[in-house]
């Protein structure tokens, strides 16, 4: 679009300063761009909460670099609207208590299931961390490391472990996420939570934590796949960056 926009210019500059010379025609140049669902100009890491003790902590891509997976829309607005939406709540909740100078770990591991709000928002703000996290452009393929290891020990196989957590997203009933997570005897287990809830949340009938997520709100593929969860699901795996959920294993076990 630029490129028009500049040939019009240099058009309109040329007829206004030779109005006698007869114009010829122009090749307007061809958009190069392979983004056909949006295109978007902004930048993950310009994006801010609000004051607070949470901060947004960016992308390590732009908008447009999970395509044709997650398109550059679906991607914008989940991590420019909803995740700051939630991030924005989370920093209100916790302002002026003593949670403001505790980790969110910490909030969510002793959270009271009754505070829907600061439940919600806590919830949002550390599910969205996760998610963005575990994701990369030009990633997906078998897991590598630890992970490959721990999979095969738990599911039997990648292709097991794939087809149980599809089935988990999927089968999720309204909003929520699909993890798997590493539990305190070290084993690996897929769960299910609904809405923003999370495997570190105390009161959780299985607690765990959290090694990857996935999530199945509808603000996280409607756009692209409408009610296709399961094929989100599918394109999803191509996505997951194992050497991120390598990193968040050893995290755990240190
Ligand atoms: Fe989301």
Avoid at 201 to 218: A, H, R, S
Wanted: charged share 25%; net charge neutral.
């Amino acid at each position: 679009m630029k490129k028009v926009f500049i040939a019009s210019i240099i058009i309109a500059a040329f007829i206004s300063c030779n109005k006698k010379s007869t114009l010829e025609e122009v090749d307007v140049p061809q958009a190069t761009s392979t983004t056909t669902t949006s295109e978007t100009t902004s930048n993950p890491n310009d994006v801010k909460a609000n004051e607070g003790a949470f901060k947004m902590l960016g992308l390590n891509y732009g908008y447009a670099d999970l395509e044709p997976y997650m398109d550059a829309k679906t991607v914008e607005t989940h991590y420019a609207k909803h995740h700051v939406g939630y991030t924005n709540n989370l920093n209100e909740a916790v302002k002026g208590t003593e949670l403001e100078s505790k980790s969110i770990e910490e909030i969510l591991i002793g959270i009271d299931g009754k505070d829907s709000f600061l439940r919600n928002n806590a919830g949002g703000y550390y599910n969205h961390n996760i998610f963005w996290e575990i994701l990369g452009p030009k990633k997906g393929g078998k897991p590598t490391g630890k992970a490959a290891e721990l999979i095969t020990r738990d599911f039997g196989s990648y292709d097991a472990f794939k087809e149980q957590f599809k089935k988990a997203g999927t089968g999720v009933f309204g909003s929520g996420w699909a993890w798997l997570i590493m539990t305190d005897n070290g084993a690996l287990k897929i769960i299910t939570t609904a809405n923003q809830d999370n495997p570190l949340m105390g009161f959780q009938e299985i607690k765990g934590y959290p090694i990857l997520n996935l999530d199945v709100w509808e603000h996280a593929y409607y756009l692209k796949y409408t009610n296709k969860r399961a094929e989100y699901i599918d394109n999803y795996f191509k996505l997951i960056d194992w050497d991120k959920v390598n990193y968040r294993i050893d995290l755990h076990r240190k």
